[in-house]
């Protein structure tokens, strides 16, 4: 077998013209080039996340680009853990694109990097390998209702003059800095690896990057009373960074990171700069994870000790909490540090918010645009998405094919989508739109250190939840379907999907059903769980649609398991 190409860059296709046999097939493929035009390690097929990959090798990449551009309208490309492993005659209601990804049974660390190095496996990374990444703007509405919370609970409604110190620049922490510039405040990020910092700043990200710490806070100290909005970066470990604050005195007002704890073998050690890590990662495995776990612990601990002084700290989603005990750290000192959804996110949850987001095939802003002004038209009365909205057309730059993320909730999305649909069949879109979310979503996961840690139920375990999400996806004819478990590995399951509108009647069907069932599982799930809000919705008294959704049969903590609990109610009676 021939030596396949290896791609130093790849830009996805814009334009009307098809190099497939129908747009949901030229859709999908263009989102597979879109994520690797926004690729940390394009030529490693690497995303972002550390090891979260598009495909598993090139013959595989080349395979899915191939058999994407050779599909016809009622097959179904099946792809096992990056691999194209078949095409099923199926129907043209069936989804284009069906994949699992990173699913092991007694999954560890060992096992995971064993299975890789046999060819039989990747890192999902959420939403590398289903190739629904948008570049750094993808988690930043997170970020932001995040920050928002805080402000709302702790600041009067507002972050101007406050100071958020974080760390990790990559392809998700990267958006940190202007998060909280948007809310007017200052942002001090750090990161070991000076090129991406500067792609951060490239891409309109972070504002500056000094030269040490004492610089960078004396920057922030002065913008932050002068009520300026920066994002400053600095090169340096966060552990060393966050414990270097700590000893000189200086306190802000909001600590977190996004640092790739999730992720061992990507976590750089304190004392190696990024060569000297690939170094050791290459000639000794055990030592890199033993001192990168060591590193892991320091920062922690250092968060802790900030949330002890005052300061509002959180852990976002790193999953550095379940590795650090794992490497020994006392469970219930990591635990102190609280988990961002659990603490700050989940009411929207339970409103089927959560980073929905949109992606323009043709590559013309104009779209985006266009999409952007009929939104705070048609959802003007909600102050969320419309607030979101005209701040990200200010601050949110286009990396690749023009993109939004916006925290839509159950009944928005349905009406958003056929609306889209709309204009592209009137003529005033010039292409085809997918839409994704992150698996960071209201039904589409479960991860007790995470997304469903805390549950009102004690349920946060249960991984039923995505999965019903998947299969409600197939039956609602989504365009494309994974199912993957990874995160700190054994620790998450979760769905990605993505779906088309490209102005057809049968795309009305399709988005109509999906987008229903999609956001619809996750208020069913919150809704269960005994949540309120959750429950006001189901029942279609909700804020946002008076849509409801029929339930047969809600859950209690007592039920009749059989004869025995019967005579118990006699007894009582």
């Known amino acids: 077998m021939s030596t396949p190409e290896i791609l130093y860059e790849v830009k996805a296709q814009r334009g009307d013209k098809l190099r497939c046999k129908g747009w949901r097939q030229e859709t999908i493929l263009r989102m597979l080039e879109n994520n690797m035009e926004n690729a940390e390690k394009p030529e490693e097929l690497i995303i972002y996340g550390g090891i979260g990959k598009a495909a598993r090798n090139w013959e595989s990449y080349h395979a899915i680009v191939k058999s994407l551009k050779e599909l016809e309208d009622d097959e179904t490309l099946v792809v096992q853990s990056g691999m194209p492993v078949a095409v099923f005659k199926t129907h043209k209601y069936a989804p284009t694109v069906v994949m699992a990804t990173t699913n092991i049974m007694k999954a560890d660390w060992p096992t995971f990097y064993d299975l890789q190095e046999k060819n039989l496996t990747i890192y999902a990374n959420y939403t590398a390998a289903p190739w629904e990444y948008i570049g750094t703007q993808g988690v930043i509405q997170g970020t932001f209702e995040t920050l928002s919370a805080i402000a709302r609970l702790h600041y009067n409604d507002s972050l101007v003059g406050k100071i958020l110190l974080t760390a990790g620049a990559g392809g998700m922490g990267g958006n940190q800095t202007r998060a909280m510039t948007m809310h007017g405040g200052v942002a001090i990020l750090c990161d070991s690896n000076v090129e991406i910092i500067n792609r951060r700043i490239e891409k309109g990200f972070i504002d500056v990057l000094v030269d040490s710490l004492d610089e960078a806070i004396v920057m922030a100290k002065q913008n932050a009373a002068e009520k300026k909005a920066i994002g400053i970066a600095v090169v340096g470990n966060a552990a060393d960074i966050f414990e270097e604050v700590i000893e000189k005195g200086f306190l802000p007002d909001i600590t977190t990171s996004m640092t790739p704890a999730h992720d061992p073998i990507s976590y ?94 043709s590559g013309d802003p104009e779209d985006l645009r266009k999409i952007d002004d009929m939104i705070l038209e048609k959802f003007k009365d909600d102050l969320l998405v419309t607030r979101w909205i005209k701040l990200a057309k200010e601050h949110i730059p286009i990396e690749a094919l023009p993109a939004r993320i916006c925290y839509m909730g159950f009944g928005q999305r349905k009406e958003f989508a056929l609306e889209v649909n709309d204009m592209i069949r009137r003529g005033e879109l010039s292409g085809p739109v997918a839409f994704s979310r992150d698996n960071l979503d209201s039904g589409s996961i479960v991860n007790p250190t995470f997304e469903s840690e805390n549950m009102k139920d004690g349920g946060d375990l249960i991984s039923d939840w995505p999965v019903l999400n998947g299969l409600l996806n197939a039956v609602g004819m989504c365009d494309l379907i994974a199912l993957q478990a990874n995160y700190s590995m054994g620790e998450a399951v979760h769905t990605g999907v993505t779906m088309i509108a490209d102005g057809t009647e049968e795309s009305d069907m399709r988005l109509e059903v999906s987008m229903t069932v999609d956001s619809g599982i996750g208020v069913v799930r919150h809704a269960q769980a005994g949540y309120e809000t959750a429950r006001d919705v189901a029942n279609g008294k909700g804020q946002l649609t008076d849509e409801s959704i029929q339930i047969p049969l809600w859950w209690t903590p007592k039920a009749t398991f059989g004869p025995k609990d019967l005579e118990k109610e006699d007894v009582k009676a």
């Not at 002084?309 to 852990?315: D, N, T």
């Not at 550095?320 to 659990?342: N, Q």
């Not at 989940?346 to 409103?351: G, K, N, T």
């Open 268 to 361: 750089l050690p304190s004392g190696y700069t990024v060569q000297e890590a690939e170094e050791l990662r290459e000639k000794d495995f055990d030592l890199y994870l033993e001192k990168a776990r060591e590193t892991m612990i320091r920062e922690l601990k250092a968060l802790i000790k900030f949330m002890d002084l005052g300061v509002h700290s959180f852990e976002y989603g790193t999953s550095i909490r379940k590795e650090c005990i794992d490497a020994g750290m006392d469970e219930k000192e990591a635990k102190r540090l609280p988990g961002f959804v659990a603490e700050y996110i989940r009411p929207l949850f339970c409103e089927g918010r959560g980073p929905f987001r949109w992606t323009c095939m």
